[in-house]
């Protein structure tokens, strides 16, 4: 790692433990005699917005790999709602939004990291128009919203409701033309491969058969985040923390793994899949009320609805539990009905699907698992802790996001960093050219099948309720001890095994992550951003103006 390694002059505070006390090096047997492999220049984990952006920066005579975990459609990216933050309107200026990501983050962004992406945004924005994406725009011009945390309308979005899924399909077009990239699809990244202090490559399952080995000169992490750790999450089922996991096993620095950021608005109708509300609705001028229809944000924060997203969070679990009601409501019926129903036709579409009509109805809405700030710690030029290993979106922690994430800024990360760390990785790549690559021996104790019943289903859902009731919205320390006792004890027993598929290498992953999230979450005896200790309840910026990192040992 770089020693300028620089998020400004805030210090990293490491945790000290024994985590191979808990957490095994690889979590199935390897036998490289026995074993298929591949080879390749490059190799990309992940196959969202990052990971495709990274690709485009290869150069075109390596051969790369993309590796993705389902279907190349089904991605963190493609989900998303609202829009990428950029400065566009000539009343815009950069550094607005620096300033709007700086208060956000809470006095824990990288400034030179914030100044770097918000000013690469634009140039970012033109290259996905070039490739085909077809943003929203009305006479020739680009259509821009607005988002809590944000001063100036700088939301650029496409379908409406639906910015993720058009930005995918058209970077999944554009990725298909380029000769020397290939796309594994239904492809498991069980663990990182690495020889003698360097990242070499992966082990995978492709399509649940047995793992082989993909040996590479270079690696790009791009995993994403990790929400089905917990009960309530905007995020897909594939979210389930592998790139956490499998960098934290390989030995990579972890950090900020406290910072969770549950997104405020959720709809919530029991029996339903939880689906997120976008933030965009609250910047065209939806109000929050609770069951007696009081607007009561503006007992909480004088920006009302479009206060950041902790700061919403908060309220809401606040106000529920004034009113003792299971959520809140979204209310747009002051605003014109056409307006609404075209501004967010898919959000109209779910919510039809119950019977709510978005423009007249209060849409039930809570807080849920979003987005993951921690991971793995990367430098301004995407560099990991490991040697070989590259990293981008939201499986890092870039310094951009500090302690809470301004709206609409993930996407634009991951465009940022998915071109650096491609672009880096390319270099490093053709820097070896003369180098074959070659089957390397790894240390890896043999590990039996499990021979315990274990309900892989059961513990998961234990597992993601736990962390819902006690590493949630709202903390408190004796919970938080509770916590982390139950996770030890279920790591005690899940992780000694080679649990053989996919769902049980997931769960030995959320597991991991727990692991780390409800330690950390321990230590930081003050409320930050996202990580709201109600036994701590303020900022304390002498003692925790630090960033707390983790490394197996």
């Not at 979590?27 to 298929?36: C, N, S």
């Not at 006479?139 to 607005?146: A, H, K, N, T």
């Not at 056409?338 to 119950?354: L, T």
Request: include cysteine; charge should be negative.
């Amino acid at each position: 790692m770089n020693s300028e390694h620089s998020h400004g002059l805030i210090p990293d505070l490491p945790i000290e433990q024994r985590w191979s006390a808990w957490i095994p090096r690889y979590l199935v047997p390897i036998d490289p005699k026995r074993m298929g492999h591949y080879f390749t220049d490059v190799l990309i984990i992940g196959g969202g917005l990052a990971g495709l952006r990274a690709a485009h920066e290869i150069d075109p005579s390596l051969r790369t790999i993309i590796l993705t975990k389902d279907k190349v459609e089904e991605s963190n990216s493609a989900y998303a709602q609202g829009g990428i933050a950029s400065v566009w309107d000539p009343e815009d200026r950069f550094d607005n939004h620096v300033q709007d990501t700086l208060v956000a983050g809470c006095d824990l962004c990288d400034a030179g990291t914030v100044d770097m992406v918000v000013r690469e945004a634009p140039q970012r924005i033109m290259e996905l128009i070039e490739w085909g994406t077809r943003f929203d725009s009305s006479d020739g011009q680009l259509v821009l919203g607005r988002e809590g945390g944000h001063s100036h309308q700088r939301i650029i979005h496409a379908l409406g409701d639906a910015t993720g899924k058009e930005i995918m399909r058209a970077m999944i077009a554009h990725t298909r033309t380029r000769p020397n990239i290939e796309v594994l699809e239904e492809a498991f990244t069980i663990d990182l491969l690495t020889h003698e202090g360097r990242c070499c490559g992966a082990v995978v399952s492709i399509a649940n058969r047995p793992p082989v080995l993909v040996w590479a000169k270079e690696t790009i992490l791009c995993t994403g985040g990790c929400g089905q750790v917990f009960r309530e999450s905007t995020n897909p089922k594939l979210a389930t923390g592998d790139g956490h996991g499998i960098a934290f096993r390989a030995g990579a620095r972890m950090r900020d793994m406290e910072f969770m950021q549950f997104h405020p608005t959720v709809l919530y109708i029991a029996g339903s899949s939880r689906t997120l509300i976008t933030e965009a609705i609250r910047g065209e001028g939806a109000y929050l009320v609770d069951s007696s229809g009081y607007r009561f944000m503006g007992d909480y924060d004088p920006r009302l609805e479009l206060a950041p997203r902790d700061v919403v969070s908060k309220a809401i679990v606040s106000q529920m539990e004034k009113t003792q009601s299971p959520c809140v409501y979204l209310t747009l019926k002051h605003l014109n009905p056409e307006h609404v129903r075209s501004r967010f036709p898919g959000i109209a579409k779910v919510c039809n699907s119950f019977g709510l009509d978005i423009a007249q109805d209060a849409i039930p809405v809570r807080p849920g698992a979003h987005y993951m700030i921690g991971g793995a710690d990367v430098d301004r030029e995407a560099r990991t802790s490991l040697p070989g290993l590259w990293g981008a979106g939201e499986v890092t922690s870039t310094g951009l996001h500090g302690a809470n994430r301004l709206a609409s800024n993930s996407l634009l990360e991951g465009l940022v960093f998915g071109s650096i760390a491609g672009r880096n990785a390319s270099a490093a790549a053709l820097a070896q050219a003369g180098r074959e690559l070659r089957v390397l021996p790894v240390a890896n104790p043999t590990r039996s099948p499990s021979s315990l019943p274990i309900d892989i289903s059961d513990i998961r859902n234990s597992v993601r309720s736990l962390m819902w009731r006690s590493v949630g919205v709202q903390r408190r320390g004796d919970r938080l001890e509770d916590a982390l006792h139950e996770i030890q004890r279920y790591c005690s027993y899940v992780l000694s095994h080679d649990l053989g598929n996919v769902d049980g290498w997931e769960l030995q992953n959320m597991l991991t992550v727990s692991l780390m999230m409800t330690t950390a979450a321990l230590f930081r005896t003050e409320s930050r951003g996202v990580h709201f200790r109600t036994d701590f309840p303020a900022a304390d910026n002498d003692r925790w103006r630090k960033h707390l990192s983790q490394v197996r040992s």
